[in-house]
């Protein structure tokens, strides 16, 4: 029973999990760049949260995430004007990869610098703690909400992309970007919407995940890996395929951390690797 | 070409002079330069030339210096004899992790890089008979003629350093290496003449790794003390990245011009203005940004080019076409 238990808080985990993967996977799809600086972005929303629950303290801390949000997504609006569609058109692959990295190199020792290097976290009071019984089982009431705003966020994203004309300008600038500028839509323009989203997905993802741990300026490099696994193991370009990525995730990881308690991450990095060399297309196959 | 042997042969002769030239301080200082140069290039090698960014090269100084600590204890050895075990470990290390790496490509062979840095990393905290955590002294130290100690590694260094610019060189002027800077600049012709590219990447992984190794094994000894925390600290490849997109990312001369300013930065941030390692590490990264955008090969090429510099070029002239009279009469048909 006890195992049930794990496997199915993993599951809720993985929720969360696969809300970290989706921005960079949406950044991916449609810009054929990896933002390297996402986690660190992440953990820049977490710590606006921080600070501005203690700033209102009158205010739940879930409301906090409005402010937030929008924050992340102008963050997001003009990281991707002011640096990164400077190289987005550059046709060699390896500049954008760079250069995000240099962007998530200065942000954490930033970090490290104005918020300090301790360990911080995001308390909600009676809602942390709360939990129901559901057959027997013992289940956080806060993983839950978070594995159903997941479902509800993946469901709109979904749907904004496939019935929405912002939607439809997204993946026509994702297939040619040089055919819609015919149609006038500027295709830089587009980007610095779809990073602001990406950017903006990522700080719920940020701030959720501050909610169940604790955290520090270097755990963007861990918030990166578990989002990319995601992707990779949901199979790169398939939305629900994160998701399910995500929830294999989290169930590697509280079954390793059941079974041996210092592990962190180490098997859920374990099972990537694996799943890299029996099934390298992932979970679900890509639709290329 | 007689220019570069005369400036090499210069650079040997000053590097063996080095310990008499150099006070304790500056010679410490001098390997560590040497000692980042000689990863740098490395990393270059397989980020500039076979277009392979890794994220985990710091998995290789790792394991080059838990090869050479556990080998050198276990069978009583002088380190310096075990040296040659660290590059050895890490290209089979290479060789073995290649197979399911290489199926990825760009970003994705990064981040996964980086994933297996931090599987190693975790394993090797979590082994015991590593010293965990806390990690291991090198116990063979008492085999160390001490006096000679900080020179022997500075020569080792300045050889790691000098070997790797004097390789990479030639190795660059061979038909092997004209293969690589093919896939470099145009990967489909290269493939249309018959480069093999997945033969070629595999082994400058190969060859990559094994040099990081060798160099975070002697940078390693020369702490006679090696710790998980410090031996895969992502910061190595932070370091190499940065130099090699400060300098010029596939050149010869670049990582050397980037190690330059890396330690000057450095000295300048952290010594002369007090500032912290992580305002070092903000700056560093903001120039390498603004060098990013503003050249996104990094700064020697433009150079190059604007002054018409030569440091290492390993480029050739085209051979002259053979003279062939002009097919008269038939020139007027054809046009």
């Known amino acids: ?49 921080v600070i501005l629950v203690g700033l209102f303290p009158q205010v739940h801390p879930l409301f906090v995430l409005i402010p937030v949000v929008i924050a992340a997504f102008g963050v997001g609006y003009l990281y991707q004007a002011v640096i990164m569609n400077r190289v987005a058109r550059a046709p060699d692959p390896l500049a954008p990869l760079l250069l995000t990295f240099g962007v998530s190199i200065v942000l954490r020792n930033l970090m490290v610098e104005v918020f300090g290097a301790d360990v911080r976290g995001l308390q909600l009071g009676e809602l942390s703690r709360a939990s129901i019984r559901l057959f027997g089982l013992s289940i956080g009431v806060m993983p839950l909400l978070t594995l159903v705003a997941a479902v509800l966020l993946f469901l709109l ?27 006038g839509v500027k295709p830089d323009l587009v980007y610095n919407y779809v990073m602001g989203l990406s950017l903006a997905l990522g700080a719920i993802g940020g701030v959720l995940l501050a909610v169940r741990s604790s955290f520090t300026p270097f755990s963007g490099v861990e918030r990166l890996l578990i989002a990319f696994e995601v992707v990779v193991l949901g199979g790169i370009g398939s939305f629900w395929g994160a998701l399910l990525g995500g929830i294999v995730l989290g169930m590697a990881q509280l079954a390793g951390l059941k079974w041996d308690a210092n592990a962190g991450l180490l098997y859920a990095h374990l099972l990537f690797f694996v799943m890299l060399l029996i099934r390298p297309a992932g979970l679900v196959a890509s639709r290329a | 070409m007689k220019g570069i042997a005369i400036s090499y042969a210069v650079t040997a002769a000053l590097l063996v002079a080095g310990p008499w030239l150099l006070g304790e301080g500056g010679l410490r200082f001098a ?19 076979a277009g392979l960014v890794s994220f985990g090269h710091q998995v290789f100084v790792g394991i080059g210096a838990y090869g050479l600590f556990l080998i050198s204890d276990t069978l009583d050895l002088s380190p310096y004899w075990v040296l040659p075990i660290a590059p050895l470990a890490c290209a089979v290390v290479a060789s073995v992790i290649a197979l399911p790496l290489f199926r990825l490509r760009e970003a994705y062979f990064s981040i996964a890089m980086w994933v297996f840095s931090e599987i190693v990393a975790a394993l090797v905290t979590k082994a015991a008979w590593l010293g965990g955590s806390a990690g291991l002294p090198l116990r063979s130290s008492r085999l160390l003629d001490l006096d000679w100690f900080e020179p022997v590694l500075f020569w080792i260094a300045g050889g790691l350093a000098l070997g790797t610019i004097g390789g990479l060189f030639l190795l660059m002027r061979s038909g092997f290496g004209l293969g690589l800077m093919s896939v470099r600049d145009n990967d489909l012709a290269a493939m249309s003449v ?7 990447r595999f082994i400058v992984f190969v060859l990559s790794a094994a040099g990081c190794g060798l160099a975070g094994a002697v940078s390693f000894l020369g702490n006679l003390y090696v710790s998980p925390a410090a031996a895969f600290d992502v910061n190595w490849v932070v370091y190499m990245m940065f130099i090699v997109m400060i300098g010029g990312i596939g050149t010869l001369e670049g990582p050397i011009i980037g190690t330059v300013i890396f330690f000057g930065l450095r000295e300048l941030i952290t010594d002369q203005l007090g500032y912290s390692a992580g305002w070092y590490l903000v700056a560093l990264g903001t120039v390498a940004v603004i060098v990013m955008l503003w050249s996104p090969r990094g700064l020697w090429p433009p150079l190059r080019d604007r002054f018409g510099l030569k440091l290492l070029g390993v480029g050739r002239t085209a051979p002259t076409a053979p003279d062939v009279p002009p097919l008269a009469g038939k020139v007027g048909q054809l046009g």
Do not use: P
């Open chain 1, 1 to 49: 029973m006890a195992w049930i238990e794990t496997l199915v808080n993993g599951a809720l985990l993985g929720g969360l999990y696969g809300l970290l993967g989706i921005g960079l996977a949406l950044v991916f799809g449609v810009m054929r760049l990896v933002n390297i600086a996402h986690g660190e972005f992440m953990v820049l929303a977490a710590y606006l949260a």
């Open chain 1, 157 to 183: 994203l979904q749907w904004a992309l496939k019935r929405t004309s912002f939607g439809r300008i997204v993946r026509a600038t994702a297939d040619r970007r040089d055919i819609v500028r015919l149609f």
């Open chain 2, 31 to 49: 390997t560590e330069c040497l000692l980042i140069l000689a990863m740098a290039q490395m990393w270059n090698l397989l980020a500039g030339y």
């Open chain 2, 194 to 200: 018959g480069v093999d590219v997945q033969r070629n």
